[in-house]
């Protein structure tokens, strides 16, 4: 699993020339990621989202902001909180990100066949599913002790029921 993980990892970051004329590194795509999905978030819970100091996270936003993919505006709750927000460039370079990458990897997923492509779908659909969930549970500092019966809590597959072919 980690070999095909750095495998992507490698595959998505070779961007063809011309796609885009701003870099954009691993933990920036990631605050853009999260701006997307929280639009208006403000520094302090951006740097809690991604397990950040908050000079790390300020800094990643500069450069973000520089490049005109972010904008920090004042909060409409405070005014000494910042709100972030995608720009309509951020969002442009996220959905031709997002455009590339989906048409490079349906290109290699057509060379595997029809059978093999099936199993790797229920495959990933399982990892978002158990993603999703350990998204949702709380923080473990502090959290009560989960419910045994919970799908997160149920012991992981040991192989035996694997498919085989």
């Known amino acids: 699993m980690r070999g095909v993980i750095e495998l ?3 595959y998505w970051t070779r961007v063809p020339d011309g796609f885009s004329p701003v870099t954009v ?6 605050v853009l990621y999260v701006i997307e999905r ?4 403000n520094l302090r819970q951006l740097g809690v989202e991604l397990e950040a100091a908050p000079s790390s996270v300020s800094r990643l936003c500069d450069r973000l ?3 005109g993919f972010v904008r920090r505006s004042s909060s409409t709750a405070s005014r000494r909180e910042v709100e972030l927000r995608l720009t309509p460039q951020g969002r442009a370079h996220l959905d031709r990100l997002r455009v590339r990458r989906e048409e490079r990897l349906a290109a290699v997923l057509a060379r595997a066949s029809p059978a093999s492509r099936a ?4 495959a990933v659909e399982a990892i978002r599913t158990a993603l999703t969930v ?5 923080p473990v500092s502090g959290a009560e002790p989960p419910d045994q019966d919970s799908p997160a809590e149920r012991p992981p597959d040991d192989g035996a029921e694997r498919r085989t072919g």
Not at 25 to 30: C, G, M, T
Request: proline share 8%; net charge negative; aromatic share 0%.
């Open 8 to 10: 992507l990892e490698v």
């Open 25 to 30: 590194s691993a933990p920036q795509l990631r």
């Open 38 to 41: 929280r639009e208006g978030i």
């Open 65 to 67: 902001e520089a490049v």
């Open 119 to 122: 199993r790797l779908m229920e």
């Open 134 to 138: 350990v998204r949702a549970e709380p």
